[in-house]
């Protein structure tokens, strides 16, 4: 048997990813194989004891069917000791392969190797963020073909699993601690067509949108991939200053959106609502802090703060110095995620908030004319 | 044993009995306050087969939906809910207390040949806990019914905005205890009124699995009880057990329900093995091949099922070393459940079978739970269980199982002893046309999930890819076919109830007491204690052409 498998499994290191059978999607990892031929050799199982059970049953129930007013027949056994030990070690020797191979193949899903290329994850309702060491951060995830890929995972609210068919892998995703899997992939797909990639599924039941959590797992040779990470990451450079908060805005604001309302309910922080009147001496800029103090006793001409923009940097990078009453001291920092270009684009969203949905903070004007598209990022 | 001695020929079956638990006493208060075992057990049934059709309704509903990708007919937060509910009440409602509450309630104290259970008070509180679970459901559904599946996990089923998720689990908190009670109740029968004869190794072997699944019941459904009470006290008074916002941990809520709800699974399989066991030895009028193998396959099934919960949890966050070990553990719950099928087989082997509905259930059962079994195997292994993990392929899985063993058990163990709990017998014909239906259905439904699993398709998913359609149809298309067998059977049962032929004592030709007693049983079940023979033993059951029956007559020809 083991050289079989081992015959089964060299087979389908190929060229290309496997294409789908009566059983098993297309493969595209080195698990996939491992984990394709067992499923063959299971079903092999499977299907021979079906079948034995299934005949024999059959055949007995006819050939042994009474008829009604006849004598019935004694002379069937009632045990017979070597059969049955013989049935209960078959099976038992049975399972003991099974698991071995099972579990050497479980060592190779579980064990990246030292080199791998990390991915960090954070899977929430409902939806993926996917962040490349670079810095760049995309919704479908993209990967480098003949590299092994380690996705470091967290959910920032419920359960989660992340589960890639082609490559047979699946691990969930648990909030407040953190989880990986790791795959390779040799197979560039391409990310140009609807049709390109592979899937990638939430697995854990999370709620309303959990059939919508899928997403493409884009596999691109090596430079096509360091391109992409690298425009990825400059995204925010690329877009003009006086376009910035409209475009940068929202798709920035999407990572506070858990905590800061745009519609003044009370989140897990203080809502963005009226934010800037706050700030700048408005109406609420006597609201108070933990530590006793005011916005307008901080922030202004010699104090602490020269300026509300001034402030609110701050707040976005070192948040706990001055927390608003009756908010813990959660929110992370900030600092090295988003740059200043960046906070520009928040401040200025924060200063027309009116121009977004208070639900969803997508932009609500349509762009000035010169751009036709406004999705473009 | 031949030498046994000879049984008392079956009472009075040609002429209608005048006196049997069903006219005993009238009036709903002589129902609902009955401390007889066969009422309770006839009020559990009629309970579970109603709680039955709901969740069966339920389950048509997210069938439809899944015709077609995205919407066919309701939103997602519906769809959500109906699932949820399917589970939950399949579950909690109806395969839990299917065998052990309704079949065994009626069964087991006649087939000890006592009057009653031990404890017959107990018993009746247990059916109105049941009826209370049920009514906190039905409040649930009023408050807004619940959306977190039937396994509660956290922190979703803390956080979720339904407002039905307490009131369920104070049902579910309830009806633990329906099931503790009636375990307990069921291990002291069995202990105290075997009579003076009934070794352990001469009960019959539904006993044997009646008395494991009690153990299970009393030692593994407190730990749900307190899991959920501790789900309530985080929801209600914002606790950190579970919910990491707070402190908690969620993987601990999965050991925790796991602990009981991998046990729970041989409540529901262990007592379906036992009719099992009944349904092919009576009907194939043969000793049962390998008594003892089967009895000890049922502990020992019952041992391992608190070993191996892990296995639930191989892509949880759990560590490596312990889904090893777990998935090791798993493995050996193979072992028995082959043991117990190679046995029924080859107690067909020279046998005489008749082939009627119950003994159809029997068989569909063998076949079915040969691929439930087997399947088992892949989601054990660990590397492809990492594949097929919490897709349709575990589905249809524990369907096969769930379903297409411990129901299917269920309904055979229904028609087997119906003409004994009734006095009816029901229309051979429509019977065996009607398992037919629900054994293709059955099997075009959740075969094509396991291939829906094997490809990719993830489980509880209102919306899908369109590649996936088409086994979605067919899956849906024999949902409605296993839909139509059932619906067959509800109608000819009632047809059967209405103007049914009056059922002689033995109608099958068994050889446990029950097939001693009138059918329906006397109020006391026997009018003078039975003598205990050899449950399996067939040799002085004749067939009388007057009665319709089979008599017992004792071995020098002379007729009690």
């Not at chain 2, 329906?178 to 105290?192: A, L, P, Q």
């Amino acid at each position: 048997m083991m050289s079989m498998l081992t015959m089964l499994t060299l087979a389908q290191a190929a060229d290309g990813p496997t294409p789908p059978t009566f059983w098993m999607p297309t493969g595209a990892s080195a698990h996939a194989s491992n984990v394709d031929s067992m499923m063959w050799w299971i079903n092999l199982i499977m299907w021979a004891f079906l079948v034995l059970n299934t005949v024999l049953t059959v055949y007995f129930v006819w050939k042994y069917r009474h008829k009604v007013g006849t004598k019935f027949r004694t002379d069937g056994p009632d045990h017979n000791g070597p059969l049955e030990l013989a049935w209960t070690v078959g099976p038992l020797l049975i399972c003991i392969v099974l698991f071995v191979f099972g579990f050497k193949g479980y060592l190779d899903v579980r064990t990246p190797p030292k080199e791998s290329y990390d991915i960090n994850v954070t899977a929430y309702k409902w939806g993926w963020q996917f962040k490349y060491p670079n810095g760049a951060q995309s919704d479908d995830l993209v990967i480098p073909a003949g590299k092994p890929v380690r996705l470091v995972m967290r959910a920032s609210d419920v359960l989660h699993s992340c589960y890639i068919p082609a490559f047979r892998v699946k691990q969930d995703l648990v909030p407040g601690r953190y989880t990986y899997l790791w795959f390779q992939s040799d197979f560039p797909t391409g990310m140009d067509q609807p049709t390109d990639g592979h899937h990638l599924f939430c697995t854990e039941y999370c709620g309303t949108g959990h059939s919508n959590m899928n997403r493409r797992v884009y596999v691109l040779p090596q430079e096509q991939f360091d391109a992409w990470t690298t425009k990825q990451a400059n995204w925010l450079e690329e877009i003009p200053e006086e376009e910035l908060y409209w475009k940068a805005g929202p798709k920035l604001y999407a990572r506070c959106v858990q905590c800061h309302s745009l519609d003044g309910t009370k989140g897990i922080g203080p809502s963005w609502k009226g934010i800037w009147a706050r700030v700048t001496g408005g109406e609420g800029s006597n609201g108070a802090f933990a530590d006793g103090s005011t916005y307008s006793g901080l922030i202004g001409a010699g104090k602490q703060y020269a300026t509300a923009e001034d402030y609110i940097r701050a707040s976005i990078y070192n948040p706990g110095e001055h927390l608003v009453q009756g908010f813990g001291n959660v929110m992370p920092t900030f600092k090295g995620q988003i740059n200043d270009k960046g906070i520009d684009a928040l401040i200025g969203m924060m200063k027309k908030l009116d121009e977004f949905d208070p639900k969803t903070g997508a932009w609500l004007k349509t762009p000035p004319a010169a751009a036709p598209t406004a999705s473009a990022n | 044993m031949t030498t046994l001695p000879a049984r008392p020929a079956a009472p009075t079956y040609d002429t209608p009995e005048s006196d049997n638990y069903l006219t005993h006493d009238k009036g709903f208060l002589s129902w609902i306050l009955t401390l007889d075992h066969k009422r309770i057990g006839v009020m559990y049934t009629a309970s579970v087969l109603l709680s039955f059709l709901v969740g069966g309704i339920f389950a048509l509903l997210v069938r439809t939906e899944l015709l077609t990708p995205g919407r066919t007919f309701i939103d997602a937060d519906t769809y959500n809910h109906f699932f949820t509910l399917h589970g939950a009440v399949m579950v909690f409602l109806v395969i839990i207390p299917s065998i052990p509450a309704a079949l065994g309630n009626f069964v087991l104290p006649v087939m000890l040949g006592a009057k009653d259970v031990a404890f017959p008070r107990l018993n009746l509180f247990s059916y109105h806990l049941w009826i209370a679970g049920a009514v906190c459901t039905v409040v649930s559904l009023v408050m807004g019914s619940f959306d977190t599946g039937w396994t509660f996990y956290t922190p979703y089923s803390t956080t979720t905005t339904a407002g039905g998720v307490v009131p369920v689990i104070v049902g579910v908190f309830i009806l633990g205890f329906s099931s503790i009670f009636t375990g307990m109740n069921f291990i002291v029968t069995i202990h105290k009124l075997r009579p003076p004869g009934m070794t352990w190794f001469r009960m019959p072997l539904f006993l044997w699995a009646l008395y494991s699944t009690a153990l299970i019941q009393v030692l593994a459904t407190p730990v749900l009880a307190i899991t959920l009470a501790l789900v309530a006290v985080e929801r209600i008074a914002n606790i950190g057990i579970f919910n990491p916002a707070m402190g908690g941990d969620p993987v601990l809520y999965q050991h925790f329900f796991w602990f009981y709800s991998h046990p729970a699974v041989y409540i529901m399989i262990v007592p379906a093995m036992g009719i099992i066991s009944e349904i092919i030895a009576v009907h194939s009028h043969r000793q049962i091949f390998g008594y003892r193998f089967i009895a000890f396959s049922s502990v020992a099934i019952a041992i391992f099922s608190f070993l191996v919960w892990g296995h639930h949890m191989f892509t949880s966050g759990q560590s490596s070393l312990m889904n090893t070990l777990f998935s090791a553990i798993s493995f050996s719950v193979a072992i028995p459940s082959a043991v117990k099928v190679f046995n029924w087989i080859c107690t067909l082997y020279k046998g005489s079978i008749s082939l009627n509905t119950p003994m159809l259930y029997g068989l569909a059962f063998l076949i079915l739970f040969t691929i439930g079994g087997l399947t088992g195997l892949h989601l054990a292994t660990l590397n492809t269980d990492v594949h097929l993990h919490d897709t349709y392929f575990v589905v249809a899985h524990f369907h096969y199982v769930m379903m297409g063993s411990a129901l299917i058990a269920m309904v055979g163990g229904l028609h087997h002893w119906w003409p004994k709990m009734t006095g009816r017998m029901y229309n051979e014909k429509l019977g065996m046309i009607a398992c037919t239906l629900v054994f293709i259905g059955f099997n075009v439904t959740f075969f094509t999930q396991f291939m829906l699993g094997s490809h990719g398709m993830p489980r509880r998913y209102y919306d899908y890819q369109p590649e996936f359609q088409i086994y979605h149809v067919i899956s849906t298309i024999g949902s409605y076919i296993m839909a139509g067998g059932f619906l067959l059977t509800a109608m000819y049962l009632v047809q059967s109830l209405v103007s049914g032929k009056r059922a002689p004592a033995n109608p099958w030709g068994g050889a446990t007491l029950e097939w001693e007693c009138a059918s329906p049983p006397p109020y006391y079940n026997f009018h003078e204690a039975p003598k205990v023979g050899d449950p399996y033993d067939f040799s002085n059951l004749h067939w009388d052409e007057r009665g319709e029956g089979y008599v017992t007559v004792k071995p020098p020809a002379a007729k009690a």
